[in-house]
Structure formats: C-alpha cells, structure tokens
C-alpha cells in the first residue's frame, strides 16, 4: 500500500513512517503544496496513493487546500468518486469549523487531532482495510 504522510514538523514525519513503515511504502511531504506535487507525480507513475495522511496547518499551501486541490485532480482526471484516494487530516486544534472543512470541502474520510497515538493510527488503517479499499495488518 502506498502512504503518503504530509506534515511540516519532522518529529510528525517521523513518528507517522514509523509506525506505517514496516507494512506500507511511505513518502512524506513537508506541505500541502509538496503533497499536490507528490499526488500528481503518482498519477502519472500509476501508482497512486491509497492513503494521505494530512496535517492542516502546514506553511507553503495548508492541508485544506491542498486537499482540496488534490479532489480537483481526481476529477479533472475522470477518477471515480469510489476510487479517490482516502485521506486522513491531521491537526493540533480541535476545531469544529475545520472538521466540517476537511468532510464537506474536501472529503476527508477521518479527521485526527494530534498526537496521533499508534493504536488511533492502526485503527484508521484497519477501518480502512474493513470497507475493502485496501487490507492492512500492522
């Protein structure tokens, strides 16, 4: 399975490969307009993310944004809604108008406030794995 980890605090990056390593292929963007970048260049490799782990506040272009330029690229690319990649956000602040954001604006499939713990992180993947999209045991 391919991840990509978005987040422009490197303790993030490295606590989020850590824990997806071992079982997935992990690349990490350090802001939402390095993730846009990175999305687009799996598109053209056919081998899109499955997964996007996405922080919100990050500099360059924030989470949302990017997001939802990423849902643009989907579409523009004929890419079914039951195909589009899965994203997780990510943020430090617990707030409301962001979760509505992230699901209504840009179709987030989860939203996570940080810290992040493993076990919540296992979770999420295995929800995931549960609708079929991909499987995963970590």
């Known amino acids: ?6 987040d422009d605090e490197v303790a993030s990056q490295i606590i989020m490969k850590s824990i ?8 990490v963007a350090s802001n939402g307009l390095e993730a846009v970048e990175f999305f687009v260049q799996s598109l053209n490799d056919k081998r899109p993310y ?10 360059e272009m924030d989470g949302q944004e ?18 589009e990649t899965a994203v997780v956000m990510l943020t430090i602040l617990d707030d409301p108008k962001s979760v509505v954001e992230a699901y ?3 179709g987030a499939i989860f939203y996570l406030t940080k810290p992040a713990t493993r076990q919540v992180i296992e979770e999420v993947v295995n929800d995931l794995g549960s609708t079929n999209k991909f499987k995963l045991v970590l």
């Open 1 to 6: 399975m391919r991840v990509l980890v978005v």
């Open 20 to 27: 997806l390593n071992s079982h997935c292929c992990v690349d």
């Open 50 to 59: 499955d997964l996007i782990f996405m922080d919100i506040i990050m500099p």
């Open 66 to 83: 990017a997001l939802r330029s990423i849902r643009r690229i989907e579409k523009e690319n004929k890419i079914d809604k039951l195909k």
């Open 104 to 106: 209504h604006s840009g």
